[in-house]
């Protein structure tokens, strides 16, 4: 043992892993060699290192890690939702050490970490005050928490939904303190319905936007506009939620109605809440824009401690706001609003360029139209035209497991019996990158 640390190979292994580390390992190494041999077979140093130094570098892998998404959804919950814009990474990075998150650079004295997006969300959509927590989630239950505490929260039966799983619109009101009052129908519910339950014990009419599903036929709802009228002849507050914060529908031409922040507010919301990545394309956060006594009872409330928005975020956050300035300069740099955009044409051209990178001989892959979805419960039913690689002749469940056991994972889809990759959500740059991935993969279920 001893030997073998002297080795000159060893320096750089402790230097990156720590003494202690390099130790178990290399121990390890020699156990498994003698193990091998019955304790009397050769053992020669350099065939030790290399076996500790594997060990190593498998232990040093971290659990979350970078992976390419080829499964057309874009804003895959599972994968981290929305990729965040280069300058929204140059700014998480530069934001990571010292910096005036609650300073103020003029006076000296304290600042707030709130004011450093606020200005901006303003600006974008046209709101008074802003504040930003840590997720929409924690947005909503601050929002009722405040302004409704021990009291009635009115919400159409149509949009009591589900989120993500944990995310239900009754519980976070009653968790916040507050009571359910439900209104309406599933599918129609009214202003008059509305007028009928406020009374003595509302606090506030919350509007959700039913963003991960879609009911048709015989529906009828309110707009924006009547129940901010009827909210404000109650002397009631009045907050949407329209989870996917899209900023205009400029943005995603041709993609179906969605709700937009600066339309709710126009049409008399007090307040709004959002998402950071969700369709706005930024890193995890909830914004909340709207009046500024609103928002200011909202910056009183001690909630918001334990809600509180991370530095690197608010710093990611700020560089996505700021590309907004320009709506051009917004869908060419953000990544999800480029890949809701591109041209099925540009998308085909990608997966039929890189495809004889793919080197698999004897298995067929072919280029084929797929549909690809907005994903992060954003446009329920809607898909967007995409091209894919089917992968044809190879059992697609054990090609799907070698794909995510790479050193850089690749996530597919297994639609109708076969892998495929959909090239929408894999950026422009990393197509070949996939190709080698996927050829790494088919080679090695072949070989089993
Ligand atoms: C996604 C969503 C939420 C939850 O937002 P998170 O940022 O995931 O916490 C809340 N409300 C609506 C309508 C949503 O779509």
Same mark, same amino acid.
């Not at 589900?162 to 309406?184: A, C, K, Q, Y």
């Not at 919350?206 to 009228?229: C, K, M, W």
């Not at 320009?326 to 990608?350: F, G, K, N, Y």
């Given at each position: 043992?001893d030997?073998?640390?002297?080795?000159?190979?060893?320096?750089?292994?402790?230097?990156?892993?720590?003494?202690?580390?390099? #130790?178990?390992?290399?121990?390890?190494? %020699?156990?498994?060699?003698r193990?091998?041999?019955?304790?009397?077979?050769?053992?020669?140093p350099?065939?030790?290192?290399?076996?500790?130094?594997?060990?190593?570098?498998?232990? @040093?892998?971290?659990?979350?890690?970078?992976?390419?998404?080829?499964?057309g959804?874009?804003?895959?919950?599972? +994968?981290g939702?929305?990729?965040?814009?280069?300058e929204?990474?140059?700014?998480?990075?530069?934001?990571a050490?010292?910096?005036?998150?609650?300073?103020?650079?003029?006076?000296?004295?304290?600042?707030?970490?709130?004011?450093?997006?606020?200005?901006?969300?303003?600006?974008?959509?046209?709101a008074e005050?802003?504040?930003?927590?840590?997720?929409? @989630? @924690?947005?909503?239950?601050?929002? %009722?928490n405040?302004l409704?505490?021990?009291?009635?929260?009115?919400?159409?039966? $149509? &949009?009591?939904?589900?989120?993500?799983?944990?995310?239900?619109i009754?519980?976070?009101?009653?968790?916040s303190?507050?009571?359910l009052?439900?209104?309406?129908?599933?599918?129609?519910?009214?202003?008059?319905?509305?007028?009928?339950?406020?009374?003595?014990?509302?606090? /506030?009419?919350?509007?959700?936007?039913?963003?991960?599903?879609?009911? &048709?036929?015989?529906?009828?709802?309110?707009t924006?506009?009547?129940?901010?009228? /009827?909210?404000?002849?109650?002397?009631?507050?009045f907050?949407?939620?329209?989870?996917?914060?899209?900023?205009?529908k400029?943005?995603?031409?041709?993609?179906?109605?969605?709700?937009?922040?600066?339309?709710?507010l126009?049409?008399?919301?007090g307040?709004?809440?959002?998402?950071?990545? *969700?369709?706005?394309? $930024?890193?995890q956060?909830?914004?909340?824009?709207g009046?500024?006594d609103?928002? #200011?009872?909202? #910056?009183?409330?001690?909630?918001?401690?334990?809600?509180?928005?991370? #530095?690197?975020?608010?710093? =990611?956050?700020?560089?996505?706001l700021?590309?907004?300035?320009?709506?051009? +300069? =917004?869908?060419?740099?953000i990544?999800?609003?480029?890949m +809701?955009r591109?041209?099925?044409?540009?998308?085909?051209?990608?997966?039929?360029? =890189?495809?004889?990178?793919?080197?698999?001989?004897?298995?067929?892959?072919?280029?084929?139209?797929? $549909?690809?979805?907005?994903?992060?419960?954003?446009?329920?039913?809607?898909?967007?035209?995409?091209? @894919?690689?089917?992968? *044809?002749?190879?059992?697609?469940?054990?090609?799907?497991?070698?794909?995510?056991?790479q050193?850089?994972?690749l +996530?597919?889809?297994?639609?109708d019996?076969?892998?495929?990759?959909?090239?929408?959500?894999?950026? =422009?740059?990393?197509e070949?990158?996939?190709?080698?991935?996927?050829?790494?993969?088919?080679g090695?279920?072949?070989?089993?």
């Amino acid at each position: 043992m001893d030997s073998l640390l002297a080795d000159p190979g060893v320096d750089a292994l402790v230097d990156r892993y720590g003494r202690e580390t390099v #130790k178990r390992s290399l121990r390890n190494a %020699v156990d498994r060699a003698r193990r091998a041999t019955d304790g009397n077979g050769a053992r020669d140093p350099a065939s030790l290192l290399a076996a500790a130094e594997d060990d190593l570098v498998t232990r @040093a892998r971290p659990s979350l890690t970078s992976v390419i998404n080829g499964t057309g959804v874009v804003l895959h919950t599972n +994968l981290g939702r929305a990729p965040l814009a280069p300058e929204a990474i140059a700014a998480q990075t530069r934001a990571a050490g010292y910096g005036n998150v609650e300073l103020s650079l003029e006076t000296g004295a304290r600042g707030s970490r709130y004011d450093h997006c606020a200005e901006l969300i303003c600006e974008l959509t046209g709101a008074e005050a802003a504040v930003v927590t840590n997720n929409n @989630a @924690a947005a909503v239950s601050l929002v %009722v928490n405040e302004l409704a505490r021990e009291r009635e929260v009115l919400v159409s039966r $149509g &949009e009591l939904v589900e989120i993500g799983g944990t995310f239900r619109i009754p519980d976070v009101i009653t968790r916040s303190g507050s009571r359910l009052r439900e209104v309406g129908t599933t599918n129609r519910t009214r202003v008059g319905d509305y007028a009928s339950a406020l009374g003595a014990e509302s606090g /506030l009419i919350l509007r959700v936007h039913p963003s991960n599903y879609r009911v &048709e036929g015989f529906v009828e709802r309110p707009t924006v506009e009547d129940l901010a009228a /009827l909210a404000a002849s109650a002397n009631v507050a009045f907050a949407h939620d329209v989870g996917s914060g899209l900023l205009s529908k400029e943005l995603l031409p041709g993609f179906p109605e969605e709700p937009t922040v600066r339309g709710s507010l126009r049409g008399g919301a007090g307040l709004v809440t959002f998402s950071g990545d *969700k369709l706005l394309g $930024g890193p995890q956060a909830g914004i909340i824009a709207g009046a500024s006594d609103l928002v #200011k009872r909202l #910056k009183g409330n001690p909630l918001l401690r334990a809600f509180r928005v991370d #530095k690197t975020t608010l710093a =990611a956050l700020e560089a996505t706001l700021m590309l907004y300035r320009d709506p051009e +300069l =917004a869908s060419r740099r953000i990544p999800t609003l480029r890949m +809701l955009r591109e041209s099925l044409v540009s998308v085909e051209s990608r997966a039929r360029t =890189a495809l004889p990178h793919v080197s698999a001989a004897g298995v067929e892959i072919e280029v084929a139209r797929t $549909g690809a979805v907005v994903g992060g419960g954003a446009f329920p039913g809607f898909e967007v035209e995409s091209a @894919a690689w089917v992968v *044809k002749g190879v059992d697609p469940e054990p090609l799907a497991l070698a794909a995510r056991r790479q050193a850089r994972p690749l +996530l597919g889809r297994i639609v109708d019996g076969a892998f495929t990759i959909d090239l929408r959500t894999i950026a =422009a740059g990393d197509e070949t990158e996939a190709a080698r991935i996927l050829s790494a993969c088919i080679g090695a279920v072949r070989d089993e």
